[in-house]
Nanobody, 128 residues
Framework: VQLQASGGGLVQPGGSLRLSCAAS????????IGWFRQAAGKEREGVSC????????YYGDSVRGRFTVSRDEANNTVYLQMNSLKPEDTAVYFC??????????????????????WGQGTLVTVSS
């Protein structure tokens, strides 16, 4: 499966963006999907993980209550709706599948080594 993230851009603090993670080559129904972000000079951090089978859904502490993940089976796409954006949300955002075609997020879902098929990132800049 190949993933392509898109939808990034420049937004003012308090604004919203919706990122897309579009898949080709396989159905996302078979995969848990992780969203991660990496700010300049910082390590990549987990934003969210959504399972495809058991309804498992996890969010990082810094985005919980502001970001929402959803799946669009018809378009084989996962979305990340980002509201109430803050300057500290500025980063390159990536999506990836759980490795080994796993449909579930782990309880410790932020480990990068548990993910594969990383898409190219999309830059989100939150600034006035």
């Amino acid at each position: 499966v190949q993933l392509q993230a898109s939808g990034g851009g420049l937004v003012q603090p308090g604004g919203s963006l919706r990122l897309s993670c579009a898949a080709s080559g396989d159905s996302l129904d078979y995969y848990a999907i992780g969203w991660f972000r990496q700010a300049a000079g910082k390590e990549r951090e987990g934003v969210s993980c959504t399972s495809s089978m058991d309804g498992g859904l996890y969010y990082g502490d810094s985005v919980r209550g502001r970001f929402t993940v959803s799946r669009d089976e018809a378009n084989n796409t996962v979305y990340l709706q980002m509201n109430s954006l803050k300057p500290e949300d500025t980063a390159v955002y990536f999506c990836a599948t759980r490795a080994n075609r796993s449909p579930r997020c782990k309880s410790k879902w932020t480990l990068l080594a548990d993910y594969a098929n990383w898409g190219q990132g999309t830059l989100v800049t939150v600034s006035s």
